[in-house]
């Protein structure tokens, strides 16, 4: 029996249901918007399309991206994503929505490094002292050695050193 794939609802691709933006409750492609120069027509499939990131090759006219940019706003979706996904600048999003989109302000590093936390020195008697002895061309001390065997019975055993026993460790 060969299974069915699962059907694509109201144009959403497989697998992307969960995180789709519908644009419109209505199944109609286009909707009138009222501007100051008039009624403009907005293809709400390309809208959906920029809204949900699927916008390979289309343009969108001035007022479809600002219809798309409104919903993404309206979403609390982040600016620089809104100006990818709808083709305008930060500069031109920052004047359709004075005030409502907050610029992330990057600071320089000013030339501070990040320092590690210090790690604790391997004790002797540990497999991890005995790494030390090797690393500083010393000659590992009977503890170090009696751990560094222990450990690789161990590994020959499981495979691992992770759950290895330790012997008695001294502070070096």
């Given at each position: 029996?060969?299974?069915?794939?699962?059907?694509?609802?109201?144009?959403?691709?497989?697998?992307?249901?969960?995180?789709?933006?519908?644009?419109?409750?209505?199944?109609?492609?286009?909707?009138?918007?009222?501007?100051p120069?008039?009624?403009?027509?907005?293809?709400?499939?390309?809208?959906?399309?920029?809204?949900?990131?699927?916008?390979?090759?289309?343009?969108?006219?001035?007022?479809?991206?600002?219809?798309?940019?409104?919903?993404m706003?309206?979403?609390?979706?982040?600016?620089?994503?809104?100006?990818?996904?709808?083709?305008?600048?930060?500069?031109?999003?920052?004047?359709?929505?004075?005030?409502g989109?907050?610029?992330?302000?990057?600071?320089?590093?000013?030339?501070?490094?990040?320092?590690?936390?210090?790690?604790?020195?391997?004790?002797?008697?540990?497999?991890?002292?005995?790494?030390?002895?090797?690393?500083?061309?010393?000659?590992?001390?009977?503890?170090?050695?009696?751990?560094?065997?222990?450990?690789?019975?161990?590994?020959?055993?499981?495979?691992?050193?992770?759950?290895?026993?330790?012997?008695?460790?001294?502070p070096?």
């Open positions: 029996m060969r299974l069915q794939p699962r059907a694509i609802e109201h144009g959403v691709p497989v697998g992307r249901q969960r995180d789709w933006i519908p644009v419109s409750s209505f199944p109609v492609p286009t909707v009138w918007l009222a501007t120069d008039g009624l403009v027509l907005l293809d709400m499939i390309a809208v959906e399309l920029a809204v949900n990131g699927l916008r390979k090759g289309w343009t969108l006219t001035r007022d479809e991206k600002w219809f798309a940019a409104r919903l706003l309206d979403r609390k979706i982040p600016y620089s994503i809104i100006s990818t996904r709808v083709g305008a600048s930060s500069a031109t999003l920052g004047d359709w929505f004075p005030g989109i907050e610029p992330t302000v990057i600071r320089p590093d000013r030339g501070k490094k990040r320092r590690r936390k210090p790690t604790p020195s391997p004790l002797c008697g540990t497999r991890s002292g005995h790494r030390r002895h090797i690393r500083r061309r010393e000659h590992a001390c009977q503890p170090c050695r009696d751990a560094k065997q222990l450990a690789d019975r161990f590994y020959r055993e499981h495979g691992t050193y992770v759950g290895a026993p330790l012997p008695e460790a001294v070096l």
